[in-house]
């Protein structure tokens, strides 16, 4: 298997290499070049195995240039008995009624969905770089890499998590000082590891986010960093390392529901998926593609609605108003990753995805042909849901299941409703549960108290204390003990631990503040070094 950009310029690049670029020189993205496809046969060994066997089997067929000894490395770190994952499985699946299932995706070390790919990518990362080393007989000690993020809650977190103590890599995270939540803000400060640093940033994401891009644009503090060995990388959703873990649940819960006797093997279902930078969904496509039976792809947003627009007029214009919502992860204009699905469904047309994200670059918007959209619309379904809605809808399904959701679950589950009211298709559905309502206790608390119950369900509605005047990890406990669900494990002990990172910088200072971190490590190994030859 080998990868090429999507623009065109490049092709021919091994896994590793496009794991450890992250993003293609002519500004493409990284996709397979070759199919991969999973017979029937093997579609029915697939749904015997358990979930590191499965990502093992599917990593194999992307992963060419790993070795089964060092894809059981990956797998058994991520998803192994001592991995931060639940020993039993990663990715439970809880069936809610007669046609819909939910796949709770944040059982992992941050309670959001990124866990399952971040887990894995510093494995592949780290791998990846030893092949490197190795071919080039770099000295023992170069040919490091520095990962930089800019978050506005999740990924940070989540990534550092998973690069945490990883070999030969080091990352650092800025956040906008004022712009996360109390219990991300919590989450980021008391990151241990030797290998992280975590700064807040004066400013809001975008700040932050120019910030690390102009870093990443700048040749001359590259060239400099190099010479001690650094190579810049990055450890968002465009990089395909962080796709391919994802594809692997798409078939663990399709596998779930063969093994429950809900569908029988080769029948096929659909999956509703909350969107935001296409990564996930992305995902969800390529494992259509590679042969699992899929019905039709549900795409659910927020009033950020750029995306569901798109694929239902072929029209995507960023130029609008950006909304704050309840599900902020989900809060985006740009969604990165659509470049590869509309790259795909042009039939490898890399001229016209160019021209069309040069497009979305200089004017905000791009109108893609009336064949491709036809393809995507064949596959694909969207609609959004509003911020009234999305409440009503965590409060509707804790009333008539007595089961909870996040926001972003919640949109998904919203559209859903939408999907069979206008289809009438009632094809077994996977809907994909992207965060625990702890996360985002605010939002559920206040959805779940004392709103009027309307679901014809008998079930008394809780009683409502004062939401906001109780901050976020008061009210961890307070949801606990009112719908009798345990808090997870890494949200209940957060304000118990300590605080490590404290520093802050404005947004023009973010490039020292880098520097100064990556030079820290400098000294420490000339320490290291000397002691050793002493
Ligand atoms: C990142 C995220 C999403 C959106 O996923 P994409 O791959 O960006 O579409 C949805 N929900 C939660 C909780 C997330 O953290």
Redesign the pocket.
């Given at each position: 298997m080998t990868y090429k950009s999507t623009r065109g310029a490049v092709k021919g690049i091994s896994f590793s290499e496009a794991v450890l670029k992250g993003i293609a020189p002519d500004g493409g993205l990284f996709v397979p070049e070759q199919d991969v496809r999973f017979d029937s046969l093997e579609l029915a060994e697939m749904c015997g195995m358990d979930y590191k066997t499965l990502a093992a089997y599917i990593f194999k067929r992307y992963a060419t240039d790993f070795s089964d000894e060092e894809i059981e490395y990956c797998v058994d770190r991520a998803y192994g008995k001592n991995s931060r994952f639940p020993a039993d499985d990663p990715a439970p699946v809880v069936r809610l009624s007669e046609n819909l299932n939910v796949l709770e995706l944040w059982h992992g070390p941050t309670s959001?969905?990124?866990d399952m790919a971040l887990q894995v990518l510093p494995a592949f990362m780290s791998v990846a770089l030893k092949k490197k080393k190795q071919s080039a007989g770099t000295a023992d000690g170069m040919g490091r890499i520095a990962i930089l993020t800019a978050t506005s809650g999740?990924?940070g977190k989540a990534a550092m998590e998973g690069f945490r103590d990883a070999d030969g890599i080091d990352i650092m995270v800025f956040f906008p000082e004022n712009g996360v939540s109390e219990m991300q803000k919590r989450q980021m400060q008391t990151q241990e590891g030797g290998n992280i640093r975590v700064v807040a940033v004066r400013g809001n994401f975008d700040d932050a986010q120019s910030g690390v891009k102009r870093i990443f644009g700048d040749d001359e503090f590259r060239r400099l960093i190099r010479k001690d060995g650094w190579q810049l990388s990055s450890a968002n959703?465009i990089n395909f390392g962080r796709l391919l873990p994802q594809i692997v649940y798409y078939f663990h819960a399709y596998a779930e529901l063969v093994r429950s006797e809900q569908i029988n093997l080769g029948t096929k279902v659909n999956f509703v998926?909350?969107?935001?930078?296409?990564?996930?969904?992305l995902a969800a496509y390529y494992a259509f593609k590679c042969g699992l039976p899929v019905g039709h792809l549900i795409c659910a947003v927020n009033s950020n609605s750029v995306v569901a627009d798109f694929i239902n007029t072929g029209f995507y214009n960023a130029n609008r108003e950006f909304m704050v919502t309840i599900?902020p992860?989900?809060d985006?204009l740009i969604?990165s990753?659509l470049e590869r699905l509309i790259y795909d469904m042009s039939g490898e047309d890399e001229k016209a995805t160019s021209r069309l994200m040069m497009e979305l670059m200089t004017g905000g918007c791009y109108n893609i042909d009336r064949s491709t959209l036809s393809g995507i619309r064949s596959l694909f379904w969207a609609s959004s849901a509003s911020e009234t809605e999305t409440t009503a809808t965590i409060a509707e399904v804790w009333n008539r299941y007595r089961y909870l959701i996040?926001p972003?679950t919640a949109v998904g589950v919203n559209v859903y409703d939408k999907y069979v009211i206008s289809t009438g298709d009632l094809t077994p559905t996977v809907a994909v549960s992207?965060?625990s309502p702890f996360k985002f206790n605010r939002s559920v608390a206040s959805a779940v108290f004392g709103q009027a119950d309307n679901s014809g369900s008998s079930q008394e509605p809780l009683n409502t204390p004062d939401i906001g005047s109780i901050n976020e990890f008061a009210l961890l406990s307070i949801l606990s003990e009112a719908t009798g669900i345990d808090v997870p494990a890494p949200l209940a002990g957060l304000n118990k631990k300590q605080i490590l990172h404290t520093g802050v910088c404005d947004k023009d200072a973010m490039k020292q503040a880098v520097l100064d971190f990556l030079e820290r490590d400098a000294v420490r190994d000339v320490g290291r070094n000397g002691a050793q030859g002493a």
């Open positions: 959001a969905f990124k999740d990924t959703s998926v909350p969107t935001g930078n296409f990564g996930d969904i599900s992860a989900m985006i969604s990753n996040d972003h992207t965060a």
